[in-house]
Nanobody, 121 residues
Framework: VQLQAYGGGSVQAGGSLSLSCAAS????????MYWFRQAPGKEREFVAR????????DYADSVKGRFTGSRDNAKNTMYLQMNSLKPEDTAVYYC???????????????WGKGTLVTVSS
């Protein structure tokens, strides 16, 4: 499956952004989908996991209550709504598909090109 994330941009602290991840192929619904992010000089970190139907989502503690992940399998698309953004959310955000219950970027099989989110104070 090929993935492409888009929707990044610049926003002031407290603002919102919405990311999308478009997938090609007919197997999108078979994958648990993930959002990761990587800030400059830091390791890529888990942000959110959206399970097959989208009914169950899991989040990193740092974004819980502020970010909401979802997916539309009919559109082969995954989303990440980011609210109450903080400067520490500044990073390149990636969508990925991989093993069902992981938070490690090492377990991902497919990656989309990242999209930059910049949050200014």
């Amino acid at each position: 499956v090929q993935l492409q994330a888009y929707g990044g941009g610049s926003v002031q602290a407290g603002g919102s952004l919405s990311l999308s991840c478009a997938a090609s192929g007919s197997t999108f619904s078979r994958y648990v989908m993930y959002w990761f992010r990587q800030a400059p000089g830091k390791e890529r970190e888990f942000v959110a996991r959206i399970r097959w139907t989208g009914l169950t989502t899991d989040y990193a503690d740092s974004v819980k209550g502020r970010f909401t992940g979802s997916r539309d399998n009919a559109k082969n698309t995954m989303y990440l709504q980011m609210n109450s953004l903080k400067p520490e959310d500044t990073a390149v955000y990636y969508c990925a598909a991989g093993v069902p219950f992981s938070t490690s970027y090492r377990d991902m099989t497919y990656w989309g090109k990242g999209t930059l989110v910049t949050v200014s104070s």
